[in-house]
């Protein structure tokens, strides 16, 4: 056997994935300041849950269009996660959270997602970053969590906004990581279209109960950022993001989120007002060195473990094979 059965995943994703990745986290990256608009007018809840409401009618008619396959049993339960995470629980957390916290501060948070996404990658896809990698990514996390007591005014000042932010985060990065692994199965797009409509039952639900309870009185930007949250944030966004992770290694690729709370502070400055200071700028710059350094890292690929301990199985069998055989010659 060659020494290139434990070959490494060199610069951890083919560029091609990176750039997918890139795509998806672009457009995200309006969620947060276009969801503090949005929250002006229209009840949490609402915005929360209709999104979704809105982008599984969007699936349910690529789905009918491009007659997918229905999934399996055991699919069906990896998309009930996939559905927990970035269908229920993310949307509404951050919602929840953005009603009392600056749009730039809970992008800043949000920022966490990759070092947690890249966690799940290593527990659920198999895959093994080095030492390089997990060093870049804990220098964006810590980053991170650092601006955000500064920007806050110290330690002291996290909330329960913040709390609602952690939780989401957690449930994005399960619904990445276990999305991603499905992509590869029944492909990108598709993985978030079965999951908006296994979810489509309590989300309808929600978004009934938040227009009873609450009428709805918005005006056209409010509805304008809406509509981007449903069709964007919440359904095609996932294209290329679910594309970019399922070329994997999931781990690296979800690295390219690092410069998402760097682009959501840019357009809250730009489309909110909100107050761009030179800390600010400076965090930002740090952030994309993280990533830039994570993205350069290397991570081997799922089984390249195992293959390479065949490998060295296999050698130490061979040794002693011929040690027997010398042996027994002599």
Excluded at 113 to 129: D, I, M, N, S
Excluded at 310 to 322: K, L, N
Aim: net charge neutral; with cysteine.
């Amino acid at each position: 056997m060659n020494d290139n059965s434990s070959a490494i995943v060199n610069e951890s994703a083919p560029l091609s994935g990176r750039w997918w990745g890139l795509l998806g986290v672009l457009a995200f990256s309006f969620t947060v300041p276009l969801t503090r608009i949005a929250v002006a007018d229209l009840d949490p809840l609402f915005i929360g849950a209709g999104r979704a409401v809105v982008a599984g009618g969007l699936a349910t008619i690529a789905l009918l269009a491009s007659r997918a396959a229905i999934p399996s049993l055991r699919q069906w339960a990896r998309i009930a996660l996939v559905t927990i995470g970035v269908v229920l629980g993310f949307p509404l957390l951050t919602t929840f959270a953005v009603q009392t916290s600056p749009a730039s501060h809970a992008a800043v948070v949000i920022g966490l997602l990759p070092a947690a996404t890249a966690v799940l990658a290593v527990v659920r896809g198999k895959e093994r970053p080095s030492q390089a990698f997990w060093w870049a990514s804990a220098a964006g996390a810590i980053s991170v969590a650092v601006f955000v007591a500064c920007a806050g005014g110290g330690l002291g000042s996290f909330h329960l906004a913040d709390l609602l932010l952690v939780g989401a985060v957690i449930c994005a990065a399960l619904g990445y990581s276990e999305g991603a692994l499905l992509a590869r199965e029944i492909g990108s797009w598709q993985t978030i279209a079965w999951a908006l409509i296994l979810a489509l039952p309590v989300t309808a639900t929600m978004t009934v109960v938040s227009v009873v309870n609450t009428p709805v009185h918005a005006d056209a930007n409010s509805w304008l950022a809406f509509a981007y949250l449903g069709a964007i944030s919440m359904f095609l966004g996932f294209f290329p993001w679910y594309r970019g992770l399922a070329m994997g290694p999931i781990s690296t690729v979800s690295q390219t989120q690092l410069v998402q709370p760097v682009l959501s502070i840019a357009w809250s400055a730009l489309i909110l007002g909100e107050e761009l200071s030179l800390s600010i700028v400076a965090g930002g710059i740090v952030v994309i060195g993280c990533a830039w350094l994570a993205l350069k890292a290397r991570v081997a690929a799922p089984g390249t473990a195992r293959v390479r301990d065949a490998a060295t199985a296999s050698g130490v069998r061979g040794s002693e094979e011929r040690a027997a055989t010398e042996c027994s010659t002599m």
